[in-house]
């Protein structure tokens, strides 16, 4: 799969989302990342110029409902398809309300690295199936 | 028979191989043979070049200084809290700053939508820290600015408010964070190119060297490039070449050495081994000192000094069976304090997962003074000297770390390795290494790979974001707009300007601009059009 790691918002804490990068490049994964700072208008555009399969949201500040709301919005907006998740610091009480916001998964705070590259290992295999 | 055939390796008594986090391996024993070299027999605490500690005496006159951290969201809670700390007898507290703040936006900006407010102090304008140092003594409080990329601007503030309130800036004390190099490395709140961003840290030294010798500008920071995964090797020794950068470009200006460097400081991080990071801090001191008298010719002691706050790093403390974070956290208190450090701080035990309580926070305060009062701490200096481990150690960290250091000057340099993304590359792959270790039980940590049990698992929890006090910023950020000389912003934000394209120190034409109440915002945008901005090396 080839998948965009981004950094929506203004935190700048990027240690967990490179450790997922190298993480999901050994699994066999094509990662590009979008660096620190970036607004979800340029994170959907990066997405679409790279034809993505997948795009994952960074968020440790605490505005992930916020940002995953926009997110929402410019996907709708742009008519697109692409599924996102989100990770983080995420707390458990807000996993189901990412969800309904239209992230297809959101990773509590202290997630596996190997938990989340077997989701994408399933999500390759529901896709080739 | 002659102790040095005595002592055996590992091989030969049969037992494993230990390797240190740095990659150093630990022998089985140590014996006296192995200090006959070392330069720390004779050396005094107090004497160049500073192994033992900076003082002759540390802690038998006086202790450590304790001063945890806190952050307020407005500048109104802030001066409650300054108020507050007064009247208990505190002299000194962090601020911390919201993230637009940190980055240059104002609250009304969009990208500031969600931010205003949530991690620290929102400051659009110098009315901001008139509300926060409102009928605050400055003679006797001391305050840390915890900012980076807009700290030319925060620090103009606080001496533009001083000197509207008629203090003597020439006496004014005072400490900011202010360093921009670590931000490229971890935690990221950096706006300009590379080199602009170190004329800007520069421009501080020079302005406070020359009008306020009482405050220290910089705090280099080692702890956030540990916590972005360095070994402690690469945290001292890219700490240091950070800190050299900042030196050179002082140097560069009409400022000698020993105007500017006795108020150079450090931050470093603690956790892990506990020999390893004694010894680093030891070693590192020991460097220190020689790299600023011999290699930039200091005559004074104070100039070589390593002066440093540490405490607990948060990288060495777990979400499982978070009262074990306690047990740690007392550990990290004694080697900070094993290693003659000037100011310490501790995490709480429960920050991993929620907003740390009353108690939580008293705990990591009686954790230092139970070390003080009860445990004898501060009865004798430097107590490890001598030892035959710390000594070997600490003479093999200052020969490491300047092996590292000369890696760096390999590399172009420190502005270069940190412009092409060199370092922020070699330590992001470690910290996967790290994180990898953990998850398959080679890196062993106690209640998360071995020792573990059921237990409930912890949500984490955040301060509840305040739309309301955002949205009373923002109202007041227009009122202020609305009411301020507009001619005069203008003007300030134009003399702002020509002097970055001029190459001039920047801080009297932001203290100017700020006095006349332009915004952080205002004041950014403008250096942004004539620096650019730093355009960030996609590596990990």
């Not at chain 2, 009247?87 to 000194?92: A, K």
């Not at chain 2, 962090?94 to 929102?122: H, I, K, W, Y």
């Not at chain 2, 000197?163 to 931000?183: F, M, P, V």
Request: aromatic share 8%; proline share 3%.
């Amino acid at each position: 799969m080839k998948i965009l790691l981004s950094k929506p918002g203004l935190d700048g804490h990027d240690v967990g989302v490179k450790v997922l990068a190298h993480g999901l490049i050994e699994a066999g994964h094509q990662v590009v990342y979008s660096g620190l700072r970036k607004s979800i208008e340029d994170i959907v555009q990066k997405a679409i110029n790279y034809n993505v399969d997948m795009v994952g949201l960074s968020i440790l500040s605490g505005t992930h409902l916020i940002i995953a709301k926009k997110m929402n919005d410019v996907i709708k907006e742009n008519d697109l398809e692409i599924p996102w998740i989100v990770g983080g610091n995420i707390p458990n009480n807000d996993v189901k309300t990412l969800e309904e916001l239209g992230a297809t998964k959101a990773f509590a705070t202290s997630t596996k690295v190997e938990d989340v590259i077997h989701y994408f290992m399933d999500m390759n295999e529901t896709q080739s199936q | 028979m002659n102790d040095k055939n005595r002592k055996k390796t590992a091989e030969e008594l049969g037992v494993d191989k230990v390797h240190l986090e740095s990659g150093i391996e630990v022998d089985p024993v140590y014996i006296a043979n192995d200090i006959d070299g070392s330069s720390v027999k004779g050396e005094m605490p107090g004497e160049y070049p500073f192994t033992r500690g900076i003082h002759s005496t540390m802690y038998r006159k006086r202790p450590f200084t304790i001063r945890q951290y806190a952050g307020f969201a407005s500048p109104e809670e802030t001066n409650e809290r300054f108020q507050f700390l007064i009247s208990n007898g505190q002299s000194g507290l962090n601020v911390a700053f919201d993230l637009p703040t940190q980055c240059g936006l104002d609250s009304d900006d969009l990208r500031a939508m969600g931010e205003v407010g949530r991690v620290g102090m929102t400051v659009d304008t110098l009315d901001d820290f008139e509300i926060a140092f409102k009928n605050i003594d400055l003679d006797k409080i001391t305050v840390s600015l915890t900012i980076n990329g807009t700290a030319i601007i925060a620090i103009a503030m606080y001496i533009a408010m001083a000197e509207k309130s008629g203090y003597d800036i020439s006496s004014l004390r005072g400490t900011a964070q202010n360093d921009i190099l670590k931000e490229f490395i971890g935690r990221g709140t950096w706006i300009f190119p590379v080199d602009k961003s170190v004329k800007l840290v520069v421009d501080t030294i020079e302005y406070c060297a020359k009008h306020l010798p009482k405050y220290s500008p910089v705090s280099v920071c080692g702890y956030h490039i540990r916590e972005s995964g360095a070994n402690p090797i690469q945290e001292m020794s890219y700490a240091f070449c950070i800190a050299k950068a900042y030196t050179d470009g002082a140097l560069s200006r009409d400022i000698d050495i020993d105007d500017f460097a006795s108020r150079l400081s450090f931050n470093f991080d603690i956790y892990g081994n506990l020999f390893e990071q004694i010894a680093k801090f030891r070693g590192g001191r020991r460097l220190w000192a020689k790299i600023i008298r011999e290699e930039y010719g200091a005559k004074n002691d104070k100039s070589s000094w390593l002066r440093m706050i540490a405490g607990g790093g948060g990288g060495g403390l777990t979400k499982e069976q978070p009262e074990n974070n306690i047990i740690r956290s007392a550990y990290y208190a004694l080697i900070s304090a094993l290693s003659g450090t000037q100011t310490m701080a501790l995490c709480s035990y429960d920050e991993a997962y929620t907003i740390p309580t009353e108690h939580s926070a008293e705990i990591s305060l009686r954790t230092m003074q139970i070390m003080i009062h009860e445990m004898g701490i501060c009865d004798t200096v430097d107590p490890l000297g001598g030892s035959y481990y710390v000594e070997t150690l600490t003479d093999r960290f200052e020969k490491e770390i300047k092996k590292e250091m000369k890696k760096v000057d390999d590399w172009g340099g420190i502005i270069n390795a940190v412009s092409t993304g060199k370092i922020q590359e070699s330590v992001s792959k470690q910290a996967y290494e790290r994180e990898m270790g953990i998850q398959t039980g080679k890196v062993e940590k106690v209640g998360v790979n071995i020792f573990t049990r059921e237990e409930e698992s912890k949500d984490v929890e955040f301060h509840p974001y305040n739309q309301e006090a955002a949205d009373k910023q923002i109202e007041k950020l227009k009122h202020i707009k609305a009411s301020r000389n507009e001619h005069d912003v203008k003007a300030c934000l134009a003399a702002v300007k020509t002097d970055a394209e001029n190459g001039e120190n920047l801080m009297s034409s932001i203290i100017e601009a700020v006095k006349v109440y332009a915004t952080v915002g205002e004041i950014v945008q403008v250096m942004k059009d004539v620096y650019g901005e730093f355009e960030e090396p996609i590596f990990f």
